[in-house]
């Protein structure tokens, strides 16, 4: 039987279980000395011991003590050798046997203490393709084995060595019996440069009442306390060996260092070593199941509470902080049920965290849960995680402000691949800004999807007090490829919408559509002022630009504003860019240029503003030439030549877009000089033809040099009108011509195009004798006065009766295209 347990002892090197192998090699030394004990000679003991044993054994010097505590046996070394190879199997240095002399009168196999220098055993490589078994261990510490060794009271080994190819030294082991337990103590065990102190106890009677072996264990060192089982039974399967422990806390970083790749995985101890930066692993509970009887993967299970911990996925992502959460790893299979954490500052609560097989070659750690929050902190988020340029670039053109929730699909990838983002969000009452705060929607509701690196939105917001239908990248507008971002707002009660995108070469468009406005829009961004080009834009009447948008001047960005084609009662306005600058809320209109007419000295100048609910024009032109002037304007006026300085001046208690002609006030100077109004002119060259200048003329026999087939020709106009609830007051008109002076008085209706106007023309001072003459009655007479005049009075008294006298009245009333001209004077 003692042989059977030597080599029982020599299988448990295969599994490590050396524990046992000590305990049984002990108990043969202890039985065999005891059957050989009466002869007390070397040669005998030697002799005893192998039959015994079945083992060739050999010992070194054999001496006995007697001293007042009793007597002691020592010997120097002792061999157990393989009696057919020789090969050695172990051997023993310094073994010190303590008995005490009353116990002699009792029991000669009862001796107190047992000292040992060192135990040294050898590998047997003869044993490693021997079976071992859950019994064999059984047999090693059954009751029989546990009663036997009830003769000592403590057993001290100070070293036990292994030798083999995986050499192990065991540290100091310390062994008490208590009745039928049997108390072991290791302390200052070194493994893998840490050290333990592991305490253990064998009981006869739970081994002979549960029929299986359990050794409760602790094991303690300066980062931990376990307290643990290992529990040895039989299954059909084979033989198993159960282990399961505790510990109250440990730091995360020290846990891989502690499960090592051959309990865990190779793949799941490098994740811990790499993922766990910080924090702490409450409530630990270790189970491990091994199926000695096969080779067989071990089965492991670790549940436990991280608290304020940090853990990390890959290079590319920042580490989960102050991670609060349940971690189960299961085998191959990880699982983090997170309480509360934060992702680069974004707070993340009642997240399932998973890497379902890190058997795997590609490992990717999926995080799945709700969130709630704020959608800034959401977007903050998006923006500092690396979810792709294009991500990056779509969230820079938008803002959101208010409460946010939904679900969160994350999958970071522990390797170089990119992650995966899937978030469907739910936003209520929230702020929506685009376009550098050009758009701002209130009360915005919506419903948010980030899939496959694309953020799309379906929703309804306030802009300006009036609702809209919103939309994010609408997959309705999906044949729009040359966007890399898009909003879409329509107002179904009106019919208004507007599409505005951003274009891959980052300049933006929109284009606005309703029942009476029609237009495009190009925006181009850079780092000084955005860039607006209306192309395009078709206004049904003037009432349509009318609307109470409760929009104030700093609510426009600065901006340089041109525009292209544009019709308002399909009549085409000028092509005009100005610049507009937003000022402590006042809305500044610079440097604004008519296309194909000059900016500045040379030809024009308009500057305005809109401040405090008014709106102000002034505009300048000076130049060389009207007609030309009028034609780049896209005035109807047919005219040429013509020297022109103009000085208009508007006002309107309004905002810009709701300014008309009958809220408009202002006042118009105008200087013109040496031109010609054609006879084509539907305006006030149709005027000046209408006055029948030719027959006045004739009549007066008047010099004619100024009236031609094309028209009539000026010297110079100055005009000066009043403007009010469209009504153009002339204040003065007064054109001199080389035949005569035409003026004009009263007003017109520029919302009837109507006139009410009177015309006074006075012939010049060099055609006063003809019509002098005329009025006194004709003839010699009137020549006669005039030579007299012209003798006596150097023609000073002839002049004084012309200026007051020779003047031609037309009223002149009716629509602007056939006015009706009345003749008024009393000398006609």
């Known amino acids: ?85 020789s090969q050695a199997l172990a051997s023993i240095q310094g073994l010190y046997w303590r008995v005490q002399l009353f116990n002699l009168f009792k029991d000669v196999y009862s001796p107190n203490h047992i000292f040992i220098d060192a135990i040294t055993l050898h590998d047997n490589h003869q044993a490693k393709n021997t079976a071992f078994s859950v019994e064999d261990i059984k047999q090693l510490v059954s009751v029989e084995t546990l009663e036997a060794a009830s003769f000592f009271e403590s057993l001290n080994i100070e070293k036990i060595s292994i030798e083999g190819e995986q050499g192990f030294d065991i540290a100091p082991l310390r062994i008490s ?76 970083t020290n846990l891989a260092q502690y499960l090592p790749s051959k309990i865990v995985g190779e793949s799941t101890n490098k994740w811990m070593k790499r993922g766990f930066k910080s924090g702490l692993l409450e409530n630990v509970n270790v189970h491990i199941l091994k199926n000695i009887s096969q080779d067989s993967a071990i089965e492991f299970d670790l549940t436990a509470h991280l608290n304020n911990t940090e853990l990390v996925f890959n290079s590319d992502w920042q580490s989960l ?101 899937n978030v469907d969000l739910i936003i209520q009452n929230n702020h929506l800004t685009t376009l550098d705060g050009a758009v701002i929607i209130e009360d915005y509701d919506s419903e948010i999807a980030f899939r496959d690196n694309q953020i799309t939105t379906k929703g309804a917001g306030n802009l300006r007090g009036m609702p809209f239908d919103i939309r994010i990248n609408p997959n309705n507008r999906a044949d729009d490829k040359e966007a890399s971002f898009a909003v879409e707002l329509v107002n179904n009660k009106s019919g208004f ?26 925006i181009g961004l850079s780092d000084d002022i955005p860039s607006v080009r209306i192309v395009g834009l078709q206004i049904a009447t003037t009432d349509s630009l009318k609307g109470d948008w409760a929009i104030e001047p700093n609510d426009f960005p600065n901006m340089y504003l041109s525009t292209h084609g544009v019709f308002i009662d399909e009549q085409e306005i000028p092509d005009f860019s100005a610049k507009l600058e937003s000022v402590s809320n006042v809305l500044k209109i610079t440097n604004l240029q008519f296309e194909g ?48 300085d103009f000085d208009v001046r508007l006002f309107c208690q309004c905002t810009p877009w709701n300014m008309s002609l009958k809220n408009m006030s202002g006042m118009a100077n105008m200087n013109i000089k040496k031109g010609v109004f054609t006879d084509q002119d539907p305006n006030i060259g149709r005027l000046l033809s209408l006055l029948n200048i030719k027959s006045v003329a004739k009549r007066l026999k008047l010099d004619v040099n100024d009236l031609t087939d094309k028209g009539f020709a000026y010297d110079d106009i100055n005009v000066q009108i009043t403007l009010k609830n469209a009504i153009a007051k002339i204040d003065r008109f007064k054109l001199d011509a080389t035949s ?31 019509a002098a003459t005329y009025l006194a009655g004709g003839g010699l007479l009137g020549l006669g006065v005039w030579l007299v005049d012209e003798g006596l009075f150097d023609g000073k008294l002839i002049d004084k009766i012309v200026d007051k006298v020779v003047e031609f009245k037309y009223k002149i009333t009716g629509p602007w295209d056939e006015p009706t001209i009345e003749n008024i004077s009393t000398i006609l």
């Open 1 to 85: 039987m003692i042989k059977r347990s030597l080599s029982n002892g020599v299988k448990v090197l295969k599994i490590s279980t050396w524990i046992s192998a000590i305990f049984a090699l002990l108990v043969v030394l202890v039985i065999g000395f005891f059957v050989v004990f009466p002869g007390l000679l070397k040669a005998p003991i030697e002799s005893g011991l192998t039959d015994v044993v079945g083992l060739d054994v050999k010992i070194s010097k054999i001496t006995f003590g007697l001293d007042k505590s009793g007597i002691s046996l020592n010997i120097r070394d002792l061999k157990l050798n393989n009696p057919e190879t």
């Open 177 to 252: 019996r208590n009745k039928g337990q049997l108390s072991l103590s290791i302390v200052g065990q070194k493994i893998d440069d840490q050290y333990f102190d592991l305490s253990t106890t064998l009981s006869s009677e739970q081994l002979a009442r549960d029929g299986f072996l359990t050794l409760p264990m602790v094991v303690h060192n300066k980062d931990f306390s376990l307290l643990s089982n290992l529990k040895l039974y039989q299954r059909e399967s084979g033989d198993y060996a159960e282990f399961s422990g505790f510990i109250d806390q440990i730091q995360t």
């Open 321 to 421: 902080k102050n991670l609060n959460a349940n971690i189960n790893i299961n085998g191959d299979n990880i699982k983090v049920l997170v309480n509360k954490t934060s992702l680069y500052d974004f707070p993340l609560n009642n997240i399932a965290l998973e890497i379902t097989d890190m058997s795997q070659a590609n490992l990717d750690v999926t995080l799945l849960g709700k969130i709630e929050s704020t959608s800034e902190a959401f977007i903050r988020f998006l923006k500092a995680a690396p979810s792709g340029n294009t991500v990056h670039e779509v969230l820079e053109q938008f803002s959101l402000n208010g409460p946010l929730k939904g679900n969160l699909d994350l999958i970071i990838p522990l390797d170089d691949r990119e992650s995966t983002l």
């Open 497 to 522: 919408e507007l599409y505005l995108t951003k274009r891959l070469d980052q300049t933006w468009r929109a284009r606005i559509e309703s029942e009476s406005v029609k237009t495009n829009v190009e």
């Open 597 to 644: 007419v000059g900016v500045g000295d040379s030809d024009l100048l308009f500057d305005g503003a809109w401040v405090a609910g008014r709106t102000r024009l002034i505009a300048k032109a000076k130049g060389k030439g009207l007609s030309g002037f009028l034609e780049k304007m896209k005035i109807n006026e047919k005219v040429s030549g013509g020297e022109f």
């Open 740 to 770: 005569s002076t035409i003026a004009l008085s009263g007003q017109s209706d520029i919302i009837d195009q109507s006139y009410d106007l009177e015309a006074k023309v006075t012939p010049a001072i060099g055609d006063a004798v003809p």
